[in-house]
């Protein structure tokens, strides 16, 4: 099984205002204090409708590469024990983000996908997910957006340059080539995450590598030595 669908081309502001939008609609109905991470969760169940299940999604599905499926029709949510973050307490940052990943699908093409007319109208375990997020299918217009979409809901800008500066201790760049470099020699990692980046990561709930895209994105961290400035005397 593998469901993917042509959907419309989203440049990342739009993406981004989408994701805005949830968390705002999420506070004023609840409240969400500046420096609490992002309930997720509770967005998808109290904002949003939809109901969450944990279950054996490779059993479920007869795939190995599966750790998020959505039924539009029933407004269900599931995702695969193997992350459920109780009894699996180091993939917390892995279920948040798939979560909000699925969150992504609901917001942003739920509308752009029709399920088939004689699909049950009920969750059940005879019928077909309406999206199934394959790892091996990461680089899909459908699944880079949702996961563009998991980035802004799960770090936010604002929040993230406000935590910044009080983990970083400044609102600096961290020019981060060097240690990469250390860590890719000692641990044989081509994309090894920062320790700051890791100490970011544990204020929003989520993996260290995903916080360190965030980061790099917003260019706080500099994975590359930065060209010499023209002016500053670098060049001689």
Known sequence: MSRLYPVKFMPKPHIERAATALIHTYARQYGLADDAPVP?????????????EIGDLAERLGLTDVLGATWIESQ??????SLEPTDNPSKE???????????????????????????????DFQSEPSI???STQSREP???QADCFAGYLLMPEDRVFRVWE??????GQYVAFEEIEQLKA???????????????AKRFNVSGQAMQ???EDLKLILPEKPEPDLFSGGWE
């Open 40 to 52: 997720v969760d509770a967005i998808l169940e109290c904002s949003l409708g939809l109901t969450l």
């Open 213 to 215: 895209i965030r980061l």
């Open 132 to 134: 199934v997020c394959r």
């Open 142 to 144: 459908m699944e880079w």
């Open 76 to 81: 269900t949510v599931m995702i695969d024990e």
């Open 93 to 123: 940052g892995r279920f948040n983000f798939t979560l909000a990943h699925e969150i992504g699908h609901w917001e942003l093409h739920r509308l752009q996908i029709c399920d088939p007319p004689d699909q049950p109208s009920l969750f």
């Open 186 to 200: 000692r641990w044989d990692d081509e994309r090894p995450t920062v320790e700051v980046a890791r100490e970011m």
């Open 166 to 171: 009080q983990v970083y201790g400044s609102a």
